[in-house]
């Protein structure tokens, strides 16, 4: 009888603190609401604590007392910290920190926005070598390892540890997701828009499953819908050709999704999302201007609840709508990650409405 893996899913990737000035804005607050969060992680923290997945993160902090705070937070979502790597602070954050994301809601007119101060995090060090990939995928057993073009743009040495992991992961046989997440921040001095995509190419060949639709053009903002039967047809019927496109020429991938997302204003969206798995496309329901908190992890959320949809039920069209109702729902709540029940996700994705529940 074969020994069930020690880990559902692994997520590669740096985990920051976000300071939130609830409605208020960053630059006159007093008062900040702490969150932690990460591309990455925000998949572990949501597989765990919506669907019950076994998962664990792969990261590094400054072992001062933001970096227990960060600990302390990730232990209340119940992902596994064991594989935290520890580094010595040195009192002043010369040579390593831990990072800190100050990010503001939004609302109406107003789009959300972020201030990152991440210079020097612990992650951003991490290197090949640093994680004992034979010993996690071989011995302990992983069915899942999760990163993105977040971690693996915070440095070279993210990069060249995201291609090791992501070999090693494929040589004993985990699949592989890769959230493309482009962030211009990280990218600015690094060759921008194309030096993200060269490194996304390198890594593709290693990829299970893509978050995101590779390609050599930036992403565009959505279309004014036209089709009152179909919010996101327009979108629908670009994407479609694009990952047809993209499997053509990384036929290792299994599976593409992408949400989709159409900006009215910070408080109101049009939500869905598309998903190609293994020669067919699936689409989850559609959310037309859906009412908005807090929209930061969405992408994230979704992610998880795809990636729970697949390792759970086996299902693509499941998948895809559990991602789109989790994505949802993380958005009805403040911080980066989801609070919502695997219960209030499945009625979601089946056409549920916000009633009261007494």
């Known amino acids: 009888m074969?020994?069930?893996?020690?880990?559902?899913?692994?997520?590669?990737?740096?985990?920051?603190?976000?300071?939130?000035?609830?409605?208020?804005?960053?630059?006159?607050?007093r008062q900040f609401t702490t969150w932690e969060g990460g591309g990455e992680y925000n998949v572990a923290r949501g597989g765990r604590r919506c669907f019950g997945l076994r998962t664990g993160i792969?990261?590094?902090?400054?072992?001062?007392?933001?970096?227990?705070?960060?600990?302390?937070?990730i232990l209340q979502g119940g992902v596994d910290t064991d594989l935290i790597k520890w580094v010595p602070y040195d009192g002043m954050g010369k040579r390593v920190r831990n990072p800190?994301?100050?990010?503001?809601?939004?609302f109406g007119v107003r789009g959300a926005k972020g201030s990152v101060d991440r210079g020097?995090?612990?992650?951003?060090?991490?290197?090949?070598?640093?994680?004992?990939?034979?010993?996690?995928?071989?011995?302990?057993?992983c069915r899942w390892l999760h990163t993105g073009g977040i971690f693996a743009g915070l440095s070279e040495s993210?990069?060249?540890?995201?291609?090791?992991?992501?070999?090693?992961?494929?040589?004993?046989?985990?699949?592989?997701?890769?959230?493309?997440?482009?962030?211009?921040?990280?990218?600015?001095?690094?060759?921008?828009?194309?030096?993200?995509q060269a490194l996304n190419r390198q890594l593709a060949p290693y990829i299970d499953v893509m978050f995101g639709v590779l390609s050599d053009e930036p992403p565009v903002a959505s279309a004014v819908a036209t089709d009152p039967d179909d919010i996101f047809a327009i979108?629908?019927?670009?994407?479609?050709?694009?990952i047809e496109r993209?499997?053509?020429?990384?036929?290792?991938?299994?599976?593409?999704?992408?949400?989709?997302?159409?900006?009215?204003?910070?408080?109101?969206?049009d939500w869905g999302a598309l998903c190609y798995h293994e020669g067919q496309f699936y689409r989850s329901r559609n959310?037309?201007?859906?009412?908005?908190?807090?929209?930061?992890?969405?992408?994230?959320?979704?992610?998880a609840g795809l990636v729970a949809g697949m390792l759970l039920e086996n299902d693509p069209q499941k998948a895809v709508d559990y991602g789109a109702a989790h994505g949802a729902l993380a958005m009805t709540t403040p911080g980066d990650t989801s609070m919502a029940t695997l219960v209030e996700v499945q009625k979601l994705a089946e056409g549920g409405d916000s009633k009261v529940q007494r």
Do not use: M
């Open 158 to 196: 993210t990069a060249e540890l995201t291609i090791q992991a992501c070999e090693a992961a494929k040589r004993h046989g985990v699949t592989v997701s890769y959230d493309l997440n482009y962030r211009p921040s990280l990218w600015q001095e690094r060759g921008g828009f194309p030096g993200a």
């Open 120 to 141: 020097h995090s612990a992650a951003s060090q991490l290197k090949p070598g640093d994680f004992d990939f034979d010993h996690l995928f071989g011995t302990l057993g």
């Open 246 to 269: 993209l499997i053509g020429e990384y036929p290792n991938l299994k599976t593409v999704a992408a949400t989709l997302r159409r900006v009215h204003t910070a408080s109101v969206n």
């Open 58 to 73: 792969l990261t590094a902090f400054a072992d001062n007392e933001i970096g227990r705070l960060i600990e302390d937070l």
């Open 235 to 242: 979108e629908d019927s670009k994407l479609r050709p694009a």
């Open 287 to 303: 959310y037309p201007r859906f009412d908005i908190l807090d929209r930061i992890g969405a992408g994230d959320s979704f992610v």
């Open 2 to 29: 074969s020994r069930q893996p020690y880990y559902d899913v692994l997520s590669l990737g740096e985990v920051l603190l976000r300071l939130d000035p609830g409605e208020g804005r960053v630059r006159t607050s």
């Open 100 to 106: 800190i994301n100050f990010t503001e809601r939004g």
